[in-house]
C-alpha cells in the first residue's frame, strides 16, 4: 500500500468512503463545468460586448436569486430522495449554459447566465444530502477535501483555456466551444449525483409542498437565533456581491486585464483557493460551526482593503489579494454549508436549507439593488474613476464590519441552545 492509500484509508472511515468518492467525483466535475465558464464570463461581457455594472451584477446575483425557486423545489423533494430530484435539476438547468454562446449581444448573455443559476436551484437538496451522509464529526473536514478537488478541477481547466479563450477556432471564439463543454460537464455531474446512497434515518413522512414551506417559515419565529443570523446574512450578501461586482471592473478598467494575465491570476487564486479549502476544513473541524462563520465575515474584508492601495499593475500584491480572497471564499462557502446544517440537524435539515436558500434570494435581490446604488453613487464623487472605486471598496469595508457585529448574537445563542440540548 503506498503513501496516498494509507492517508485515503486513514482519512476516511471505511463506512463513508462509497459517499466521498461520489463527492470527489461530483466536486471534480463542478470544477470542470465551472472552470469552463465562471472566470471568463466576466472579462467576455465587459471587454468583448462592454456590459455596465448592473448586467454583471446581476449575473452574480442570479447565483442566489435561485433560492426563490430552491425553496419550492425543496418542498416537492421526498425527503431520502434529495438527490435523485438534484439529478434532473442538473440534466434541465444545463441547457440554459449551452444556449449562451448562440446569443448576439452581451446582456442577452448575462440573462441567459442569470436564466442559468435560477435553473440550478438543487443547491438546497446538495447540502441537504451532505447533511445526511457525513457526519458533524468530520464534515467540515470532508466539505473541504471535496471543495479542493474542485479547486484542482477549476485550475486544469483554466491552465489549458486561459490562453486561447480570445482566440477563434474555426471562425468562432474558443469561449463558446468552453461553455457548450461545461453544459456537458454539468449533465454528466447530474446523473452522479444521483448514486448517492442516503442512510437508513427516521425521516419523518413528507409534507405536502405547502405545509413544507409553512413549517420552513415558522422557524423563524420559533427558533429566535434565525433573526440576528437573517439580518447580519443581507450585509454579508451586500459586502460579497459588491465585492465581486467591482473585481472584474477593477481588473479591466484600472488593471487592464487581458486572457492571459486573467488566465496567470485564474491559476494562482486556484491554486491558493484549493490549498486554503483543506488546511481551512482541517483548521476549523473542531470549531463551532458558528464560531468558524464570524471568521468567514472577517475574511471578506481583505480584498476591499488591499484595493485601496493598488494603483496600477504590481504582481505581488495582486498575488497576495489572489491569496487572501482565496481564503475569504473558501471559508465562506464551507462554513456557510457548515452552519445551516448545524443550525437544522438531522430532523430539520431539508426545512433549514429551503429556509435559508429563499432568504438568500431576498436578500440578494435587495443586494444587487444596493450594489449598483454604491458603485453608480460612487462613481460620481469625484472625477477620478480610481479614486471612486476605492471609495466604494471603503464603504464596503464599513458594510462588513456592521455584518460582523450583528453575527456576534448568533454565536451567544447558538451556545446556549447547545447547552440546553445537553441537559435534556
Given amino acids: 500500500m503506498n503513501y496516498i492509500q494509507k ?7 471505511s463506512n463513508l468512503r462509497y459517499n466521498f468518492n461520489i463527492s470527489v467525483a461530483v466536486m471534480l466535475l463542478f470544477g470542470l463545468f465551472q472552470g469552463c465558464y465562471l472566470n471568463f464570463y466576466g472579462l467576455i461581457v465587459r471587454q468583448d460586448y462592454h456590459v455596465g455594472p448592473f448586467w454583471i451584477s446581476l449575473v452574480i446575483a442570479s447565483f442566489n436569486f435561485v433560492g426563490f425557486l430552491g425553496l419550492v423545489v425543496s418542498s416537492f423533494a421526498k425527503k ?26 452581451g446582456p442577452w448573455i448575462c440573462i441567459m447566465l442569470f436564466v442559468f443559476h435560477l435553473a440550478t436551484c438543487y443547491f438546497p437538496l446538495e447540502n441537504t444530502v451532505y447533511g445526511y451522509v457525513f457526519p458533524i464529526e468530520v464534515r467540515c473536514k470532508f466539505l473541504g477535501y471535496m471543495k479542493s478537488c474542485y479547486g484542482i478541477a477549476v485550475m486544469l481547466v483554466v491552465l489549458v483555456a486561459g490562453s486561447f479563450i480570445q482566440v477563434d477556432v474555426f471562425g468562432i471564439p474558443f469561449w463558446k466551444y468552453l461553455f457548450v463543454l461545461g453544459g456537458i460537464f454539468h449533465i454528466i455531474r447530474g446523473f452522479l449525483f444521483g448514486l448517492y446512497k442516503i442512510p ?3 425521516f419523518e413522512s413528507s409534507d405536502n409542498p405547502i405545509g413544507f414551506i409553512k413549517k420552513s417559515f415558522r422557524l423563524v419565529k420559533e427558533e429566535k437565533i434565525n433573526i440576528p443570523f437573517i439580518v447580519s446574512g443581507l450585509f454579508y450578501a451586500v459586502a460579497v456581491q459588491g465585492v465581486s461586482t467591482l473585481y472584474p471592473i477593477f481588473q479591466v478598467d ?15 487564486s486556484s491554486i491558493c483557493i484549493t490549498v486554503a479549502y483543506s488546511f481551512l476544513g482541517n483548521l476549523f473541524n473542531g ?12 475574511f ?3 480584498t476591499p482593503f488591499i484595493f485601496l492601495f493598488v494603483n496600477g499593475f504590481v504582481w505581488w500584491i495582486l498575488i497576495l489579494e489572489a491569496f487572501l480572497h482565496s481564503f475569504a471564499n473558501a471559508a465562506g462557502e464551507i462554513f456557510w454549508i457548515n452552519s445551516l446544517i448545524y443550525l437544522g440537524g438531522k430532523e430539520k435539515i431539508a426545512e433549514y436549507q429551503g429556509l435559508y436558500t429563499f432568504i438568500v434570494g431576498v436578500r440578494s435581490f435587495i443586494a444587487m439593488f444596493a450594489v449598483a446604488f454604491i458603485i453608480n453613487y460612487c462613481d460620481k464623487i469625484t472625477q ?40 435534556v
Fill in 7 to 13: 492517508l485515503y484509508y486513514n482519512a476516511i472511515p
Fill in 384 to 423: 477620478n474613476h480610481l479614486i471612486n472605486l476605492k471609495i466604494a471598496y471603503s464603504v464596503l469595508i464599513g458594510v462588513i464590519i456592521i455584518c460582523f457585529v450583528t453575527c456576534l448574537p448568533v454565536l451567544k445563542m447558538a451556545k446556549r441552545r447547545d447547552r440546553e440540548s445537553k441537559s
Fill in 287 to 298: 470549531t463551532h460551526p458558528i464560531k468558524a462563520w464570524l471568521w468567514a465575515i472577517a
Fill in 80 to 105: 431520502g430522495k434529495e438527490h435523485i430530484y438534484a439529478k434532473y435539476i442538473h440534466i434541465f438547468s444545463s441547457i440554459f449554459l449551452i444556449l449562451c454562446p448562440f446569443m448576439k449581444t
Fill in 300 to 302: 471578506v474584508v481583505f
Fill in 254 to 268: 484600472i488593471l487592464h486585464f487581458n486572457g492571459k494575465i486573467l488566465s496567470v491570476m485564474t491559476v494562482i
Fill in 200 to 202: 437508513t434515518l427516521n
